[in-house]
């Protein structure tokens, strides 16, 4: 790389260019796809980058995971089985107000934490809306339980958000690694949360007798659709996990070839006992479900961070950072929690985290390679996911529910959802932060 | 041969501040299943059928986008069905029509190819406006598309017999 492009310092223009893709996406005058691509093609046509460095930022196993898990979880969602769990579980409290708003909340947060946050409430969400509409209730503590416990849910595993499949993909992390180290502190702010929830709102709902006994009537199993696929679904779902774990520990597989490899057994397993016409028909249609959208605008990112990098500024930063907080890990730690959770409240955590990986990894430096720097990730995850829900734009699931509440008619603005929710993203906040401190500081 | 030539220029019109249970009762005296709203002016501003009837009918979680698909899990749920008609009844027709009606409009113009293409996609009857604007103009359906059709047939084979 050239270090002066038509006299202008190739670190500028590489700032620029990160700049300009923040820039547009808090103006959200532009789709994030298409400015992540625009601005990984100017860094490469300015010389930052030449193709062949382009091609090797480009991390294809965090691609290939999120490829291959949306792949299985868009056929998955085709037997009804989420439905069917959501409904299930409204009968198993009598279809009482108060334990309704609790097991809905648990079964998005078990979802969000092994699908994508975003697909978990666009299956659980409508559900809600019938439920609370069969019960004459108000929806809105509902839906703000299902953006927050989708968010908290998707922090526990490797694949539960899209940060998390990052920073687990750049510093092999393992499945079991997250599990281990997310999962308590994940359990113990659902179990916090679920109450908190109760004294707020659950225990306050009423409804009546005779809305209950006519959601009691609800016939779960109808919600089942096609029990073939579902069985499918479960075995290659199984071995997804056991690739994720023992897989991944035992035997090195990675774990995009595992998620790309359960989405071809799925794909195959759905394709048997149809004509080809049909196969074609049913292989189309799954691979429909990429949202292609995310997979370019990782794509991208993953390039203008590769380009910052190269002109050394990240590591520069983390210098900075570490100055700061004059070498402390505790407090760089600290900083990176509560200066992730502030940033991902307002703008997507993705551009951000992926910046912030190579500024910690170049903290090595000071405070030791590989697993020494674990408990800087852990800060990282759980600030940019939890930060996630101190808005209504900040994750992409809260604005999916919000779109939601508005098609329904219960609108969500932006300040009734902040009264709210901001408040209890810092209590999410300030648990991690306990957390870390016993734990890892 | 344009809509214009199959149009029913006098259909049952509805005013914005009707009734739906009137509404349905004029549907019923008129053997008819939609009817354009028109404003004070003569501007369509919605349409109303059964089919908006049927949609309003059901919960909310599945009138929405991408929300329920299958509703079949509901056991027991016609009694609540049937008392939303009852609620229905005395709203007025304008907060249960279709206002999203730029993709129905047909103008007098419209060759008679694409009015039936139209109502193949988006069903019978179908609104004509002038041109410019909203000013309705009639209706085209299956019936007055079919009748014209026929009259073309007539005057095809009348030309047929004629030349040697």
Redesign the interface.
Known sequence: MHDIIFGIPASYLALAIMGMVYAVIIAEKMNQAVIALVASSLAVLLGLLNQEQAIDAIDFNTLFLLIGMMIIVGIMKETGIFQYVAIVAAKSVRASPRGLLAVLSLITAVFSAFLDNVTTVMLIVPIVILLTEQLKLKPFPFLLAQIIFSNVGGTATLIGDPPNILIGSAVGLSFTDFLFNMGPIILIIIFVMVGVFDVIWGRHLTTSMRARAHLLRYDAAKALKNHVLLVKSFAVLALVMAGFTLGHNFLHIETGTTALAGAALLMFLDGIGHNLSEKNKKAHAAFHEVEWDTIFFFLGLFVVVASLEHTGLLAKAAGMITEVTNGDFQKTGLVILWASTFFSAFVNNIPFVATLIPVIESMGSVFGDGEALNPLWWSLILGACLGGNGTLIGASANVMVASFADRAGHPISFVKYIVYGFPLTLLTIILANIYLMIVYF | MSAKDALIENPIILAPEMAVRDVLKLFETHHIRMAPVLDAENNLIGVFGFHHLMQDLL????Q?????E?L?????GAP?AAKRIRKLGPKPVSEHMDRDIEKLLLNPDTPLLEVIRCITRYGSPLPVVEENGRKFVGLVSEQSCLHRLHEILQEVEIEERNSP
Do not use: N
């Not at chain 2, 929405?64 to 329920?68: A, H, K, N, P, T």
């Open positions: 919960p909310m979680a599945a929405i986008e991408d929300g329920l299958d079949d899990f509901i056991i027991g609540a």
